[in-house]
Nanobody
Framework: QVQLVESGGGLVQPAGSLRLSCAAS????????MGWYRQAPGNQRELVAT???????NYADSVKGRFTISRDSAKNTVYLQMNSLKPEDTAVYYC?????????????WGQGTQVTVSS
């Protein structure tokens, strides 16, 4: 089992910045990609950004140039730096981890952290 704990959400004004953190613990061997997804009320959960073990990153078009995903392997932590925030970025942000073991693939989710962009 893998546990994901997010932190760093909150209320911020438009054009402001926030940094989200996601710490992984437990049986983390085999995790090959981690990322952030978000879900706004009435919408489906959508990908925001992912980062692989090799450091390859992937971003949703809506956040390219504004958000940056990074990781600290020593701390088993992934970060999402969010700049130039817009009201449409308001959502619950979820940390995700994908793990591959000899027997199967697992998907893990954090509990979510609220990000509200409003003046």
């Amino acid at each position: 089992q893998v546990q994901l704990v997010e932190s760093g959400g909150g209320l911020v004004q438009p054009a402001g910045s926030l940094r989200l953190s996601c710490a992984a613990s437990g049986s983390i061997f085999g995790i090959y990609v981690m990322g952030w997804y978000r879900q706004a009320p009435g919408n489906q959960r959508e990908l925001v950004a992912t980062i692989s073990n090799s450091g390859s990153t992937n971003y949703a078009d809506s956040v390219k140039g504004r958000f940056t995903i990074s990781r600290d392997s020593a701390k088993n932590t992934v970060y999402l730096q969010m700049n130039s925030l817009k009201p449409e970025d308001t959502a619950v942000y979820y940390c995700n981890a994908e793990q591959l073991t000899p027997s199967r693939r697992y998907t893990y989710w954090g509990q979510g952290t609220q990000v509200t962009v409003s003046s």
